[in-house]
């Protein structure tokens, strides 16, 4: 999977201008995979801006269950994310795919997150911004640094930031001082508690 992968990356590149991003949705048989994903992202940081991983998700279908769509009830046994309890792993978190990545890399370190809406406490979506080279990662941005950014790009577009622009990569080594000065005013904040 991953030669195709760069077989696109490599395309976009030669366009130019381009953020190239790649979702994989990860289930309980290819969890084990993320951290090579992982490693092959940085072997392309400069034309592979964004992995995303999403733990899968699925209607179960159980006979004590009915959907509707307003008031009509509706069959899901036809939809692709319909599935038996024994089908899929069903109870994989944005945590369990961190867990396995810091089994490679133990300084992984997500700075953001979306909660879920059925159980507000669970992390659906994590985010981590990563800057280093193709042969290191310098560091991890934190969540002081992504509030923000996400702040001033809401301030300035009216929207806030999802997938940055490849001039942002440019900028790299600046946002890692800023995010390590940041980082330190994290620690001094806990310290002082």
């Known amino acids: ?66 959907y509707y769509a307003g008031p009509e009830k509706i069959d899901m046994s036809p939809i692709v994310y319909s599935v038996t309890d024994e089908e899929q792993r069903l109870d994989m978190l944005s945590n369990d795919i961190v867990e396995v990545i810091r089994k490679k890399y133990p300084d992984f370190e997500p700075c953001a997150y979306l909660n879920g809406t059925e159980k507000p406490d669970s992390f659906k979506w994590l985010l981590t911004g990563r800057i280093g080279t193709k042969s290191e990662i310098y560091g991890y941005v934190g969540p002081k640094f992504m509030e923000l950014a996400q702040t001033l790009h809401h301030l300035r577009n009216g929207r806030y930031l999802a997938y940055t622009h490849p001039k942002v990569q440019a900028r790299a080594k600046a946002m890692l001082l800023l995010a390590r000065s940041m980082r330190a005013y994290e620690e001094s904040l806990e310290i002082s508690w």
């Open 1 to 66: 999977m991953n030669p195709l992968r760069l077989h696109f990356a490599e395309m976009l590149a030669d366009v130019g201008g381009l953020s190239c991003a790649f979702n994989s949705t990860v289930y309980g048989d290819t969890l084990p995979y993320v951290p090579e994903i992982v490693e092959w992202g940085q072997k392309h940081i400069d034309i592979v801006h964004v992995l995303v991983f999403i733990a899968f998700r699925a209607a179960v279908m159980e006979k004590h269950f009915d």
